[in-house]
């Protein structure tokens, strides 16, 4: 049974660029939450989706933006990097409201740097 | 606004030698308080779901107790594998599917 699967792992883009980070949700699941983790920290919400609209959004810039495709994958796009934006970026996975009760499953991340 | 904070940061322990971690907590409305284990390069690994004080859970080596204010992981008789960062994170009634944590206590076991 597949776990979150996230890709690339590891992405080194320059300030003002734009990226795009993606996420496959574990198998049965079709919530998909985004965190950021800079180093020495916990992970920060970013948004979450569900049934492909953003269902909550965390103190993010517009600069961050999301998608979900029907199939419940998700991409995460960041336009005008700066270099605070480089961090561990997360991707959760949940059944519907269920995360509370069986813990939100999350990808190995995408570790971003901007130089 | 939610918020979690971790005592201590870092944590070295002998092989055998229990302790325990802190969590306190500030909430409006506690939907569930959350453990998870993170090892270096990889995602949070879920631990516990907490609802209300009182309220206790086990798993192998480790027991999650929650008050009104904090919890603790207590961890019994640690093995070296017990070694990562322990993130502890709230999430609040109030229609919000976010989890707020905090930065976490990064506990070493010794052989």
């Known amino acids: 049974d597949a776990g979150v699967t996230q890709s690339p792992t590891h992405l080194i883009k320059t300030r003002g660029q734009q990226v795009t980070l993606r996420c496959s949700p574990k198998?049965?699941?079709?919530?998909v939450s985004w965190y950021q983790q800079a180093l020495g920290q916990g992970p920060q919400f970013i948004f979450q989706y569900y049934e492909e609209e953003e269902r909550q959004r965390g103190n993010f810039p517009d600069r961050f933006s999301g998608h979900q495709f029907p199939n419940y994958s998700s991409e995460l796009n960041v336009n005008a990097l700066l270099l605070g934006d480089s961090a561990l970026y997360l991707c959760?996975?949940?059944?519907?409201?269920?995360?509370?009760?069986?813990?939100?499953?999350f990808g190995s991340g995408t570790r971003l740097t901007v130089v | 606004e939610d918020q979690v904070t971790q005592s201590p940061e870092a944590l070295r322990l002998q092989e055998g030698e229990s302790s325990s971690l802190n969590c306190s907590y500030t909430v409006s409305g506690l939907r569930g308080l959350f453990w998870y284990r993170q090892d270096p390069g990889k995602g949070p690994e879920f631990l516990f779901t907490?609802?209300?004080a009182g309220e206790e859970k086990e798993k192998e080596r480790l027991k999650a107790t929650l008050t009104k204010k904090e919890s603790f992981l207590h961890i019994t008789a640690p093995k070296p594998e017990d070694s990562a960062t322990y993130l502890c994170?709230?999430?609040?009634?109030?229609?919000?599917?976010?989890?707020?944590f905090g930065t976490g206590t990064r506990l070493t076991i010794i052989p």
């Open positions: 994170a709230v999430q609040d009634h109030f229609g919000n599917e976010k989890l707020t």
């Open positions: 198998s049965g699941h079709d919530t």
């Open positions: 959760a996975s949940s059944l519907g409201d269920r995360g509370t009760d069986y813990g939100y499953t």
């Open positions: 907490l609802y209300s």
